[in-house]
Nanobody
């Protein structure tokens, strides 16, 4: 079993920044990459960024140049640095990983961007 815990969400004004954290515990041997998803009411959960086990990152077009995914390998923690936030970035952010064919999700952290 893998447990993921997100933190760092909150309320921020448009143009501001937040850094979300995702800490893994449990059986974390051979965890691959980590994905960050965002969910807003009435919409499907959207993949916004990811980092592979070798550090390759990918982003959805709407966040390119503003969001950065990184990892602190020594602490089994992954980050989503979000800058120049807009109200459209509002949502619940989840981190996700896979191990041995099973998907694991954190509980989510709310990000609200006010205009």
């Amino acid at each position: 079993q893998v447990q993921l815990v997100e933190s760092g969400g909150g309320l921020v004004q448009a143009g501001g920044s937040l850094r979300l954290s995702c800490t893994a515990s449990g059986v974390i041997f051979s965890i691959g990459g980590v994905n960050w998803y965002r969910q807003t009411p009435g919409k499907q959960r959207e993949l916004v960024g990811s980092i592979s086990s070798v550090g390759t990152t990918n982003y959805v077009d709407s966040v390119k140049g503003r969001f950065t995914v990184s990892r602190d390998g020594g602490k089994n923690t992954w980050f989503l640095q979000m800058t120049r936030l807009t109200p459209s970035d509002t949502g619940v952010y989840y981190c996700n990983t896979w191990r041995a064919g099973s998907a694991y999700w954190g509980q989510g952290t709310q990000v609200t961007v006010s205009s």
